[in-house]
């Protein structure tokens, strides 16, 4: 008599429970819709389908219950979540830069960053700590030292071109033999070899040592490559580690399981932050011999990351402020080379997948460049030169619908400080809010627009005034189309429609003008050299494994020079 009883008021304590008024899937009774996210990662290879699923179906604002959900068990014991899920890019928008106050951070996400970089900017909530190490970086993506950067960042691409001319010219046709290149290691090398490069101001090489091992042996084919560096091979191991914290069952203790027991991961760190801490000590030993007795070189002239930091040590010594510790540098600098070593290759590689399958596209990029910068054919671009989208409005146009169709990063998350309301559904404090920035439908069409209008009244004050782009045209925002971003004239409307693969506000991705000048310079280069043939179905299929960004399966190339080109 008393178990069914007592049964019965254990599962309404513990079942999954969702938020009330926001629209939800029907709930399995024990699980919420964790099978329902489990079937989405199976079947469309990647969980975040699930948010641009129910997106699609119940409306701009829905939400996920996962496991026990907002239920009292889940939320004492922690083995459920609710994230409500805002796919109206308007308001997306408003949340992110101008609801800073209600919307921060959420602690899930810092969690995940935590066990491996506890004092770098992706794991810090944002409070003092996190505001004092993003204005101690922040010029790491002024103009003035970009353009320092460029160069380099040239002169690694330039060797990726050189490296691909030796595997293009043994390449064969047919199905048997070599018919394509990897370039799946190629781009990690590339983009390990620049970070490295502006981080510490030496590069890995990696490239370097390729290209010289191809020149020295003719008889290797055209995907024959040297064994991967092992800092590259140890940034994988933290990057995998990272990432699967997002299954990781109880949050909470992922940090202390990742220190304490994830043996891999203590090597892999162990040896990454005794690399950096030798280049931090060797650097500071030359700032110090350097500037002894010479006056203090200003800030602007930082040669790498590490003269920024001590260019701003100094300073605030000098100003009698506390410098960052030792263990927060070194984080820092592990942020930086990781948030470089996976989602700019991961963009490449699907950059070249697209263009690929678009030859219009590579010819029209192609008479761009030459006509508009006839200089790029025989030597290295500037910054200015680069980046002047006035001048190359297709190249940001390709660019830019690269990173709209890539979805490298498909959703980000924030958590509601205090109860609010958005777009007229109430939000309790401590809610996950997610906005899947990588969705290409419902997000950004005009086929949604009704809906979008609807919303209206319930937008914040700052939403309302805020819309600052158009809308995509229903029937064609699921396919690659760099003109959709020029206006008649020809030129580059970057407000064209809704755009958000770098996230936005305060928290939003620290290191867009860095990808966006070094995918600049990748896309022009590698193009004003290269056609890059169509490839067989098998080898450019368009699977995906999603970790913490949409890697493609496969990115196989077949570079043709333009001289090789019939009717070029
Ligand atoms: C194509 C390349 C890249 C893409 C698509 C990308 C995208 C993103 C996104 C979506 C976020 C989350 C923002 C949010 O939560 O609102 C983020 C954060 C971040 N990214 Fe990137 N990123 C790229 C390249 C880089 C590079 C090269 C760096 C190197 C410095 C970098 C450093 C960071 C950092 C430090 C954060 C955390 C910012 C914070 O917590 O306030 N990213 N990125």
């Known amino acids: 008599m008393y178990f069914p009883i007592c049964s019965l008021a254990i599962y309404q304590l513990g079942k999954p429970k969702p938020l009330p008024h926001i629209p939800h899937n029907k709930l399995h009774w024990f699980a919420g819709d964790y099978p329902f996210v489990a079937r989405m990662r199976r079947e469309k290879s990647g969980f975040s389908y699930a948010f641009d699923d129910i997106a699609i179906r119940l409306g701009p604002v829905s939400q996920l219950v996962l496991g026990l959900g907002a239920s009292w068990v889940g939320k004492v014991f922690g083995p459920g979540n609710v994230v409500v899920v805002v796919a109206d890019a308007q308001e997306a928008q408003d949340i992110l830069i101008n609801r800073s106050a209600e919307f921060d951070r959420s602690r899930r996400t810092s969690l995940l960053f935590e066990g491996t970089l506890r004092q770098g900017m992706l794991g810090l909530p944002t409070g003092e700590q996190f505001k004092q190490h993003k204005r101690y970086l922040g010029i790491a993506m002024t103009s003035p030292y970009l353009a320092r950067m460029t160069p380099r960042m040239v002169e690694h691409v330039q060797e990726l071109v050189e490296v691909w001319a030796i595997g293009a010219s043994q390449l064969r046709t047919g199905s048997s033999g070599d018919v394509a290149i990897n370039a799946i290691e190629d781009l990690r090398l590339l983009t390990v070899d620049i970070i490295a490069s502006i981080t510490f101001g030496t590069s890995l090489d990696g490239t370097r040592a390729l290209l010289n091992y191809l020149e020295a042996t003719p008889s290797a084919g055209p995907s024959s490559r040297l064994e991967v560096p092992q800092f590259v091979l140890d940034l994988e191991v933290l990057l995998h580690t990272i990432a699967d914290g997002a299954m990781f069952p109880v949050p909470g203790l992922l940090p202390w399981w990742t220190r304490t027991l994830n043996r891999k991961w203590r090597s892999a760190i162990g040896r990454v932050h005794a690399g950096l801490r030798t280049r931090l000590q060797t650097a500071r030993a030359q700032y110090a011999s350097e500037t002894r007795d010479s006056e ?67 010819r029209k990029l192609y008479s761009e460049l030459v006509e508009k910068l006839p200089a790029i054919t025989t030597r290295a671009p500037t910054y200015a030169e680069i980046s002047d989208e006035a001048n190359l409005p297709y190249l940001s146009a390709v660019l830019y619908e690269v990173l709209r169709c890539a979805r490298t990063i498909a959703v980000v998350t924030r958590v509601a400080t205090r109860d609010t309301v958005v777009l007229g559904y109430p939000v309790p404090k401590g809610t996950e809010v997610l906005f899947p920035i990588g969705m290409m439908r419902q997000l950004e069409s005009d086929a949604s627009k009704d809906v979008t209008d609807s919303l209206e009244s319930a937008r914040s004050p700052s939403s309302k005034s ?98 090789k080109m019939e009717n070029n």
């Not at 004003?528 to 699977?543: G, I, R």
């Open 296 to 362: 203090r070189p200003a800030a602007h002239k930082a040669e790498n990351l590490l003269d920024i930091i001590l260019e701003r040590e100094r300073k605030d010594e000098y100003k009698g402020v506390m410098a960052l510790t030792e263990s927060e540098i070194i984080d820092e600098l592990t942020t930086f080379v990781l948030g470089g070593a996976e989602t700019t290759p991961t963009t490449m590689q699907w950059a070249l997948k697209i263009l690929c399958k678009h030859p219009k596209v590579q």
């Open 466 to 563: 805020g819309r600052k782009t158009g809308y995509w045209s229903g029937s064609n925002v699921h396919l690659f189309n760099p003109d959709r971003w020029l206006r008649r004239d020809g030129s580059f409307d970057a407000n064209a429609g809704p755009w958000l693969p770098f996230s936005t506000g305060f928290r939003g991705c620290f290191g867009t003008k860095l990808a966006l000048i070094e995918l600049r310079i990748f896309l022009a280069i590698v193009q004003v050299n290269f056609f890059f043939d169509a490839l067989p179905e098998e080898l450019n299929t368009w699977q995906s494994h999603e970790r913490l960004t949409r890697h493609p399966i496969q990115c196989y190339i077949r570079p043709i020079p333009w001289d």
